[in-house]
């Protein structure tokens, strides 16, 4: 394969000089060293959890784009997602145009480059992550492709000879078509230059790609090598149309990528739903474990699914939801609701409904250590009255916090807490309406005989009403218990009785 395009000595000098001072001050967001599923920021531990409105949010000025982040952080969100998109109306490209409708790719419209510090700036000051995306297949798609820039009938650089065609674009790699890359190096060159400078982004290569690994890797590896030059790391990832292919070319590339992308998952067409949605999830998670490198955070950047449900490929809003939480029980880093883009409504982006859910999954995550804690439905049963469709899904730090959703709808689950302990302490957080029951003590059955205690133990949960619920299940604090880790330590629960050994 031919030598990778590099970027220029003198790229990377003023890359540096930019971004340096700044980067000494800024805390850089990278995986928990602590339990690398998820991610840290500032010396923490982070759940992202977001929506928005727009996906390439830094083409918005103003208090357009400050009033949707104050709402987005208010109701507990912290992720954004932003492509460096340029397709929508009132949308700036990045270069400058010399004529109506002609640009020149070695010179800057530095209304484009402003309106991204700005971004960047706000979310920082927000403590919201981004996670961004460098190309955009849907930029050149035949609509847009007609009056982009990279067209060479609308720039002063080249002809049809260098770039002729979306495909002409995707292939300047693997064709070794060093004049297409170096305008394309120096569209990414100025955008690191910027986004070096903040700490508090990840980055993903082309949004649901399917130009292959020649590509995607040129650019990861361009990205790090940037990085390696400025004495900094950052993360990337790439985006495939098939979510399975996301987590296998992550894995395959583990010297290249520092997380995997599986939004794909999250709608009806390429990915699962109810109970394959979470076994998906699980499969890849064991897949990554299983890996010499060991875990990696696993990000959700889109979760699909609209209210009036006219979007088949896309799903339902109220799948979207149950999407939501789930990928954060079966314990992926993130989870972040997509846009509700027209004509066809593909997400729920920051409405009512994906307000009151944020700030109920902060609600939670105030209480439960969900770092502690791992995806464990194995432990939980259908009731003998339950109805064959219940849904239900656990995560659990055994012995000291365990916690269940479920959606929408009356249903009745058994937890079996595995180590022995005859009660526990329930909560249900009554997502719709934000609030959180009265704690009650509940007791565990257990089946069978063994030392008078049993091989299974059993708590009945039956949610309150129709609408969803997490209950939270914790040992009871006992005089004289010394706190774990958590708001419940591992030591916490133990009762006079124990069983013996000899």
């Known amino acids: 394969m031919m030598?990778?395009?590099?970027?220029?000595?003198?790229?990377?000098?003023?890359?540096?000089?930019?971004?340096?001072?700044?980067?000494?001050?800024?805390?850089?967001?990278?995986?928990?060293?602590?339990?690398?599923?998820?991610?840290?920021?500032?010396?923490?531990?982070?759940?992202?959890?977001?929506?928005?409105?727009?996906?390439?949010?830094?083409?918005?000025?103003?208090?357009?784009?400050?009033?949707?982040l104050d709402l987005l952080t208010s109701v507990g969100g912290n992720y954004v997602r932003n492509t460096m998109s340029d397709r929508d109306e009132g949308n700036v490209y990045a270069f400058r145009e010399t004529e109506a409708g002609v640009y020149d790719l070695s010179e800057w419209n530095e209304e484009y480059w402003d309106r991204l510090e700005f971004f960047l700036r706000e979310t920082r000051e927000r403590g919201a992550i981004v996670q961004l995306t460098l190309w955009d297949t849907f930029d050149?798609?035949?609509?847009?492709?007609?009056?982009?820039?990279?067209?060479?009938?609308?720039?002063?650089?080249?002809?049809?000879?260098?770039?002729?065609?979306?495909?002409?674009?995707?292939?300047t790699v693997e064709t070794g078509n060093n004049e297409g890359l170096h305008h394309q190096a120096n569209y990414i060159d100025k955008l690191l230059s910027v986004?070096?400078?903040?700490?508090?982004?990840?980055?993903?290569?082309?949004?649901?790609?399917?130009?292959?690994?020649?590509?995607?890797?040129h650019w990861a590896e361009y990205i790090r090598d940037a990085a390696a030059a400025q004495d900094r790391e950052v993360y990337v990832?790439?985006?495939?149309?098939?979510?399975?292919?996301?987590?296998?070319?992550?894995?395959?590339?583990?010297?290249?990528?520092?997380?995997?992308?599986?939004?794909?998952?999250?709608?009806?067409?390429?990915g699962g739903t109810k109970q394959g949605h979470w076994e998906n999830i699980l499969t890849w998670r064991q897949r990554i474990a299983s890996h010499s490198a060991g875990p990696m955070p696993m990000n959700n950047e889109k979760v699909y699914g609209a209210l009036d449900g006219r979007n088949y490929s896309a799903g339902t809003e109220t799948e979207a939801v149950n999407r939501f939480w789930r990928n954060i029980f079966a314990g992926c880093a993130s989870s972040r609701f997509h846009r509700?883009?027209?004509?066809?409504?593909?997400?729920?982006?920051?409405?009512?409904?994906?307000?009151?859910?944020?700030?109920?999954?902060?609600?939670?995550?105030?209480?439960?250590?969900?770092?502690?804690?791992?995806?464990?439905?194995?432990?939980?049963?259908?009731?003998?009255?339950?109805?064959?469709?219940?849904?239900?899904?656990?995560s659990a730090n055994i012995g000291a916090q365990y916690a269940i959703y479920f959606p929408p709808g009356r249903f009745v689950a058994d937890l079996d807490p595995w180590v022995y302990m005859d009660e526990l302490v329930v909560r249900w957080l009554d997502i719709d309406q934000l609030t959180w029951s009265e704690p009650e003590t509940v007791a565990v059955r257990w089946e069978g005989d063994r030392d008078n205690w049993g091989d299974r133990g059993a708590v009945t949960l039956k949610t309150p009403s129709n609408r969803p619920y997490v209950a939270l299940l914790e040992a009871p604090e006992r005089p004289g218990d010394c706190p774990g880790p958590g708001r419940a330590g591992p030591s916490r629960g133990a009762r006079s009785k124990w069983p013996t050994t000899k």
């Open 340 to 394: 509700p883009a027209e004509p066809r409504a593909w997400g729920a982006g920051l409405n009512e409904r994906v307000q009151t859910n944020l700030q109920a999954m902060r609600m939670l995550l105030d209480e439960f250590d969900i770092f502690a804690a791992a995806p464990r439905n194995d432990l939980l049963s259908r009731h003998v009255a339950a109805p064959a469709s219940m849904e239900a899904y656990a």
């Open 237 to 270: 990832t790439s985006m495939q149309f098939d979510p399975s292919d996301s987590v296998r070319h992550a894995m395959t590339f583990r010297d290249i990528y520092g997380f995997v992308e599986i939004s794909q998952n999250n709608q009806d067409s390429r």
């Open 195 to 217: 986004t070096f400078a903040y700490g508090h982004v990840l980055y993903n290569i082309n949004n649901e790609s399917s130009e292959g690994a020649v590509w995607e890797n």
């Open 3 to 68: 030598n990778r395009f590099k970027p220029g000595l003198a790229a990377f000098i003023l890359m540096a000089l930019a971004g340096a001072a700044a980067a000494a001050e800024t805390p850089s967001i990278r995986p928990w060293d602590k339990n690398p599923w998820y991610w840290e920021y500032g010396g923490e531990p982070l759940v992202l959890i977001g929506g928005s409105d727009q996906d390439n949010l830094f083409q918005w000025t103003g208090e357009q784009l400050t009033d949707h």
């Open 140 to 171: 050149i798609a035949s609509g847009p492709w007609s009056a982009h820039p990279w067209n060479p009938d609308n720039n002063v650089n080249y002809g049809p000879g260098v770039i002729g065609s979306r495909e002409d674009f995707y292939d």
